[in-house]
C-alpha cells in the first residue's frame, strides 16, 4: 500500500498522494503543511508625531496618552 508523500508521515494515500489528514489540509489551506493560518499581530505606533513607541492606550504611549489627555482637558 502506498503511503502519504508528506515527510514524516506514513500513514495510506486517501487522495492525490495524501493520506486523509494531509488531504483535508491541502483542501482547506491549499497546502499539506498549514496546520492553521497564522493570526499576524498588528502592532500599533503611538500617534504622536515622531515617537515610535508601541501604542498603548487609544493609540498613544503611555507618556503621550497622558500628555494629550492633559492638553485636551486644558482646552476647555
Ligand atoms: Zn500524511
Ligand atoms: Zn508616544
Do not use: F
Request: glycine residues 4%.
Amino acid at each position: 500500500m502506498d503511503i502519504c508523500s508528506m515527510e514524516n508521515c506514513n500513514k495510506p494515500i486517501k487522495a492525490k498522494q495524501l493520506c486523509s489528514m494531509h488531504h483535508q489540509r491541502m483542501l482547506r489551506h491549499g497546502d499539506p503543511m498549514t496546520v492553521r493560518p497564522r493570526k499576524e499581530k498588528i502592532k500599533a505606533t503611538c500617534k504622536w508625531v515622531s515617537c515610535t513607541k508601541d501604542a498603548a492606550t487609544k493609540g498613544y504611549c503611555a507618556k503621550h496618552y497622558y500628555i494629550q489627555r492633559v492638553m485636551a482637558s486644558n482646552k476647555g
